[in-house]
């Protein structure tokens, strides 16, 4: 996609942080937008700052719950008739350790991060197939989609699993000949937003612990070091407009994150293998591309 004039753009997680930069960035180049996002009053906010006015439609949605991801799918298309830019952005980061995390808390990070993904692309994918017009998919995973820290078991798992599955939605749409859909995956650093006060969004029942890991000091010093790194991090608005120039170049990768020549050899390293399709398992690699070429 090169013009993006009177395409329509759904952002998950819009309220605030890089969603909102990116609903701005695409309204700045003509898009009609739909922000999504768990918390209601934010969201009011958000549609408020974007101008309220009937180019903007404000859904809520917990996007870690498929059906109200496909509400907002229909929702979107009832009000302007298609879908060409999914974002799939909503995401949250709460530290821990993987054996002293709750289940309930396992599964309130693997909806919101994963599942969010994969009900965006079953809800949002075949219509786009069907509109046959140009769109586009762009998942935000993280730095962490490449990398693990310690505290980070259940934003890494998440993150690297997005990864993977936006990687096979790419290769899928390619090998099934689909022509009007590209794939984008962002893996960002440190960005300046909203993504260090998790309590916002975290469920009632799971406040006490989430909170009370802080008295663990290692994941106390990291939570200080990730919110000094957030506040003077890149621009929400600057990773908006990286994320806009991949997909008017149909770039797969954005990699903000891997700056130095050291990271940078690394994340191109595992991106070209993997985007190339050469990582697929060993022993049936060369088949595999011989049959896709015969296809
Ligand atoms: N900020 C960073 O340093 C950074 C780095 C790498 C990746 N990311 C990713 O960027 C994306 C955007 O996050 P951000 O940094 O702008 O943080 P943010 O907290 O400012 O924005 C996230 C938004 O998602 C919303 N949200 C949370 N749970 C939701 C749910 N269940 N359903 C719908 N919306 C929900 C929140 O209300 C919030 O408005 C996330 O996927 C995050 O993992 C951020």
Same mark, same amino acid.
């Given at each position: 996609?090169?013009?993006f004039?009177?395409?329509?753009?759904?952002?998950?997680?819009?309220?605030?942080?890089?969603?909102?930069?990116?609903?701005?960035?695409?309204?700045?180049?003509?898009?009609?937008?739909?922000?999504?996002?768990?918390?209601?009053?934010?969201?009011?906010?958000?549609?408020k700052?974007?101008?309220?006015?009937?180019?903007?439609?404000?859904?809520?949605?917990? =996007?870690?719950?498929?059906?109200?991801?496909?509400?907002?799918?229909?929702?979107?298309?009832?009000?302007?008739?298609?879908?060409? $830019?999914?974002?799939?952005?909503?995401?949250?980061?709460?530290?821990s350790?993987?054996?002293?995390?709750?289940?309930?808390?396992?599964?309130?990070?693997?909806? =919101? #991060?994963?599942?969010?993904?994969a009900?965006?692309?079953?809800?949002?994918?075949?219509?786009?197939?069907?509109?046959?017009?140009?769109?586009?998919?762009?998942?935000?995973?993280?730095?962490?989609?490449?990398?693990? #820290?310690?505290?980070?078991?259940?934003?890494?798992?998440?993150?690297?699993?997005?990864?993977?599955?936006?990687?096979?939605?790419? $290769?899928?749409?390619?090998?099934?000949?689909?022509?009007n859909?590209? =794939?984008?995956?962002?893996?960002?650093?440190?960005?300046?937003?909203?993504?260090?006060?998790?309590e916002?969004?975290?469920?009632?029942?799971?406040?006490?612990?989430?909170?009370?890991?802080?008295?663990?000091?290692?994941?106390?010093?990291?939570?200080? $070091?990730?919110?000094?790194?957030?506040?003077?991090?890149?621009?929400?608005e600057?990773?908006?407009?990286?994320?806009?120039?991949?997909?008017?170049?149909d770039?797969?990768?954005?990699?903000?994150?891997?700056?130095?020549?050291?990271s940078?050899?690394f994340?191109?390293?595992?991106?070209?293998?993997?985007?190339?399709?050469?990582?697929?398992?060993?022993?049936?690699?060369?088949?595999?591309?011989?049959?896709?070429?015969?296809?």
């Open positions: 996609m090169k013009d004039k009177g395409s329509v753009a759904v952002i998950t997680g819009g309220a605030s942080g890089l969603g909102l930069a990116l609903a701005k960035a695409a309204q700045a180049r003509g898009c009609k937008l739909v922000i999504a996002d768990i918390r209601e009053d934010a969201l009011a906010a958000a549609a700052a974007l101008g309220a006015n009937g180019e903007v439609l404000a859904v809520k949605t917990d =996007v870690s719950q498929a059906d109200e991801v496909e509400a907002l799918a229909a929702a979107a298309v009832a009000k302007f008739g298609k879908v060409n $830019l999914l974002f799939n952005n909503a995401g949250i980061f709460a530290s350790l993987s054996w002293e995390t709750s289940a309930d808390e396992y599964d309130w990070v693997i909806g =919101v #991060n994963q599942r969010s993904v009900s965006g692309i079953r809800s949002f994918v075949p219509r786009m197939i069907a509109q046959g017009d140009p769109c586009h998919v762009v998942t935000i995973s993280s730095g962490a989609g490449l990398t693990v #820290n310690p505290g980070f078991a259940t934003y890494s798992m998440t993150k690297h699993a997005v990864l993977a599955l936006t990687e096979a939605l790419w $290769l899928d749409l390619r090998a099934q000949k689909v022509p859909i590209g =794939v984008t995956i962002a893996m960002p650093g440190m960005t300046q937003s909203g993504i260090m006060s998790p916002k969004t975290t469920p009632s029942a799971l406040k006490g612990e989430v909170g009370e890991r802080l008295g663990n000091p290692v994941l106390k010093a990291l939570e200080t $070091l990730m919110q000094a790194g957030v506040a003077g991090g890149l621009s929400a600057a990773l908006a407009d990286q994320v806009f120039a991949a997909i008017a170049a770039d797969l990768y954005v990699l903000p994150a891997f700056d130095d020549e050291g940078r050899t994340a191109t390293a595992v991106a070209t293998g993997r985007a190339s399709g050469t990582n697929a398992y060993p022993p049936f690699v060369d088949a595999f591309l011989e049959t896709l070429s015969t296809l």
